[in-house]
């Protein structure tokens, strides 16, 4: 008689380290695991379900402003450190590791419009409504603020943002008519770019090429500068007003904009003629958005008290945040590891999300990440399928929401509606609507 074992030596079966990739002794041959489809298939529906059971995307709120928050900034080198700014004139430092208050300062008269650190994050400079800019100095190690101010910067008009040149002393703000550049040892603007007479609400420098800069305006223009030249390159006019701009961080033509057609624009400033991508799921007036430092996501705060993620090649959100006390969302921003994401709402607290609502929290063991790793495989292969389709994209929303959106649909069926029948009873080919170009009304170079 003859007996097949399993010899297998002691040494080279025991891990020497717990990183060591464990030994997995299978046969992969196709034709032995008849079964695999439907194995990995439960094991996708049951890891889509669990991601929903699991789903809490709310952390904690910062708590302590008096007024609603206006502006937010990440500092550029320490991953948990923000700054707020809120309509009664006050900056706040935040420590998002404990959620807890670093420092405050009454900065302004009025509204703080913009808030940005410096690129060495050692100093932050703010600008409001009382015509003034001015720059602080943070205390280290502790990031709190020097009650001192280091400068002033006086302006004729009162300002509406602010922004930072990346590797350079060189910041630009806006204000009515015109964006003005600003160097640290000036205190009169050093240039001064015009292109009609309507007043700017937001400007942004591009993160990768620093010459270029974009402001969006109160006329319905998106207006493109480059400050090596005296006078502005590009104007793009839409058919509604935009509240915000933000520029791709891994692509220097890419720039999203929030719109007040309840809708998030991307365009490629190569081509300004029509948008790349256009996300539309809001139902109100969007007032910010932010990329994810990857550059894959963009996050959106409406006047409907919701908050959107977008991927940025899909025209639907994968997710919808919302608390029944949380108001009107005028600014949303990401954390600089993509983690998380903040929102500074009209009732004078910042809330901190997830990014993705299922993923855990704490430090995570090796066979910990790579079961995450394995069940996004399988949920991606399996994505299509309808079953998990319906549970993976399911989101319950307040009932307001609900309706003003079933109305919204209801009136895009009626519009395909008609220019069918228009089809039918002329005999000619259905019109096919130009959703990318209909929102952009002409291009001036």
Request: hydrophobic letters at 35%; aromatic letters at 8%.
């Amino acid at each position: 008689m003859k007996i097949k074992v399993i010899s297998r030596s002691e040494e080279e079966e025991t891990k020497e380290k717990a990183s060591d990739v464990r030994k997995l002794h299978r046969n992969l041959d196709p034709n032995l695991h008849p079964f695999e489809r439907p194995r990995e298939y439960v094991r996708a529906l049951n890891a889509t379900k669990l991601d929903r059971v699991f789903a809490k995307p709310f952390i904690g709120s910062l708590s302590g402003h008096t007024d609603g928050i206006f502006t937010m900034t990440r500092h550029p080198t320490l991953l948990n450190n923000v700054a707020s700014g809120s309509c009664d004139g006050v900056i706040k430092l935040w420590n998002l590791t404990s959620l807890t208050e670093r420092t405050t300062v009454q900065a302004h008269n009025g509204f703080v419009r913009g808030l940005v650190f410096t690129p060495d994050g050692k100093h932050m400079v703010s600008c409001g409504e009382d015509k003034t800019i001015k720059m602080w100095k943070l205390d280290l190690p502790e990031y709190t603020f020097n009650q001192e101010v280091i400068s002033i910067y006086n302006g004729k008009n009162a300002f509406t943002s602010i922004d930072h040149q990346i590797n350079s002393t060189t910041f630009a703000t806006s204000g009515p008519a015109s964006v003005e550049i600003w160097k640290h040892q000036r205190s009169t603007p050093i240039q001064t770019l015009q292109w009609g007479h309507s007043t700017i609400t937001k400007v942004k420098f591009n993160p990768i090429e620093t010459h270029l800069l974009a402001s969006c305006t109160t006329d319905r223009d998106i207006i493109l500068y480059d400050i090596r030249e005296n006078s502005p390159a590009q104007k793009l006019t839409t058919s509604m007003r935009s509240n915000s701009i933000a520029w791709c961080p891994t692509e220097s033509f890419t720039l999203a904009i929030a719109n007040e057609d309840e809708n998030v624009y991307q365009y490629d400033i190569r081509n300004l003629s029509k948008a790349m991508t256009v996300h539309r799921d809001h139902v109100g007036s969007v007032l910010d958005i932010d990329y994810s430092p990857t550059g894959r996501e963009i996050v959106s705060g409406s006047y409907d008290k919701t908050i959107r993620i977008f991927p940025v090649d899909s025209f639907k959100s994968r997710e919808v945040y919302y608390t029944n006390r949380m108001q009107r969302i005028f600014s949303v921003l990401f954390t600089a590891d993509s983690r998380f994401i903040l929102s500074g709402s009209d009732d004078m607290n910042i809330r901190v999300w997830k990014a993705n609502s299922s993923a855990p929290m704490g430090i995570l063991s090796n066979r910990e990440k790579e079961k995450l790793e394995y069940q996004d495989k399988i949920k991606e292969k399996f994505k299509e399928i309808p079953e998990l389709k319906t549970i993976a994209t399911h989101r319950r929303v307040p009932q307001l929401v609900y309706k003003r959106r079933y109305i919204k649909n209801e009136i895009h069926k009626a519009k395909q509606r008609k220019i069918k029948n228009v089809a039918d009873n002329s005999g000619k080919s259905p019109k096919v609507e130009k959703v990318l170009s209909k929102h952009t009304i002409k291009v001036d170079n």
